[in-house]
């Protein structure tokens, strides 16, 4: 491993982008909050927070202090320790994803290349569905230690959604795999760069998946949906079936970590979406611009299509209705998995046929 | 890097000591979650990443949330202790003992117990362990598949309320 | 890298862990779950060897054992709801004679 030395300015590195990716990330989920209560009042044309801040853009910070100094409830016969956990482990869950997705390209600082991203795992693409398949406890032991009708239901019945869908979820994704033939977030995007060429004549389209993979992405995309449990898959926690689904009982503090292991989990999903099919941080470059910015321009691309995917996130939730549990169920069983498994059929045929 | 694998190996000792030893089965099933990751931390020390990301998905991720469902909807309480033989609980712990003894004593005789690995690493990667399983194991593959369908429709027909 | 025997010592620890509480534990899923701390200790043992000999078939072994174990789990845990249904109990001293 080298001298000391070296070792602990590795560490550091870490250790600072560590803090980084946190900082800008409790920020991202806190504005998301914004946002969402934004975009859907006016969709239902109305003005959402407007009072707190111009536009309303302190919410957040009132929304923070509202649930540090809200009174914590905790039912008589609730299993205490299982109770406090969930919450606490959903929360630690949502963040570790972060550890392996790239955000940029990188720079070199006095010759050692700092790349934005805090480990390149060759086997990255794996651990995020690894970290996604433990996030499912969360949400059961919190369903089942809350000792109650309703969260019960609502955990298992949410348990039962997340691990249906992971599987077209994981299927989903194998053809962009086959096409980039790595498994590290990095080397999938690097796969991306340039542009497609159809025998040798260059058409200025990107090389990005998702105009390889269409099929691909829509499964993909539904499933993450599914998985983190927004609308129209929101049966469990939906305010209208189940009070509040696996979350009733909950109050102030661990609400609030449920609600932003929530926001993580779409922010996970959404940069996955961003790095397997839209080309991660590739966008136009311009030459005319400062050294500095031009390190953090592909950051600005891909913190834009995150932000895009996000908004399409928060303009469904207002728009579409309710599935029923049990349409859901079969949605994912009966129509996404033997859509992915068609679509690596065709696309391993497609490769063998051309490769 | 040599005290990582301690650190796990003596978590995932604790985890199982734990969960032989508590009598409310959801905590049982906790620590045999964290056994299972912390001996995902040791596979990942040896060279093994994919092994080491399919324990946690495969078995940490669905067997043990499988575990997880089947005591929620069984409502497994705490166990009442045994009012059984009273020899096998006073022989019972020594000879366990003497067993793990034995094992240990016998496996410090046969294989090394000082320095690290003569061979280089195999290759662990996904790529690697693709390569010798469809070529070398392909057919055991092919059957595993089978079994895994048997055990589908087993499991099925198994849990249904009525024929 | 720690030497090898003190790999095959943590197998050995979790596997006679596991038949302790196979043979101790009354409640049937536990049980279930000593069984498989077993398969997971024979496995550190399978990688350990892989590592040790610089041959990747002790992964791929311990890829099969995944894979049975996890249809084992699924079987068995569905005989344990079929059980429950029938005996109303968990405790496998309940489950003692063959007829139902």
Known sequence: MGTFSDTAILLLIAVIKITVVLVVLLTAIAYTTWLERKVVAHIQARWGPYLVGPHGLLQPLADGAKFILKEDIIPIEADKFIYWLAPFLGFVLAFLSFAVIPFGEGFTLYGHPVRFQIADLNVGLLYVFAVTSLGVYSIALAGWSSNSKYPLLGGLRSSAQMISYELSLGLALIGTLMMAGTLSLRGIVDAQSGFWHIHGVNTWVPHWYIFAQPIGFFVYFTSAIAETNRVPFDLPEGETELVAGFHTEYSSMKFAMFFMSEYANMITVSCLATLLFFGGWHGPGFAWLPGIVQIFLPVFWFCLKVFCFMFFYIWMRGTLPRFRYDQLMSLGWKFLLPLAMLNILVTSFLIAWHG | ?163 | MAPLSHYLALSAILFVLGAAGFIVRRNIITVFMCIELMLNAVNVAFIAFARFNGNLDGQIFVFFVLVVAAAEAAVGLAIIIALHRNRESLNIEDVDSMKM
Do not use: D
Request: hydrophobic share 60%.
């Open chain 2, 1 to 163: 890097m040599q005290i990582l694998f301690y650190i796990f190996a003596a978590v995932a000792i604790l985890a199982a000591l734990n969960m032989v030893l508590q009598r409310t089965p959801v905590y049982s099933a906790l620590s045999l979650i964290v056994v299972l990751c912390s001996l995902a931390a040791v596979y990942l020390l040896l060279g093994a990443e994919f092994i080491a990301v399919l324990q946690v998905i495969v078995y940490a991720g669905a067997i043990m949330v499988l575990f997880v469902f089947v005591i929620m909807l069984l409502n497994a309480g705490r166990e009442t202790p045994s009012h059984r033989s009273r020899i096998a609980k006073w022989l019972g712990a020594p000879l366990i003992a003497g067993f793990l003894v034995e094992i240990v004593v016998v496996v410090r005789q046969q294989f090394p117990s000082s320095g690290g690995p003569s061979v280089a690493a195999p290759n662990g990667s996904p790529a690697g362990i693709g390569h010798l399983l469809f070529r070398s194991y392909a057919l055991p593959f092919e059957v595993t598949s089978i079994l895994i369908l048997v055990a589908v429709l087993g499991a099925v027909v198994l849990a249904k309320k009525e024929f």
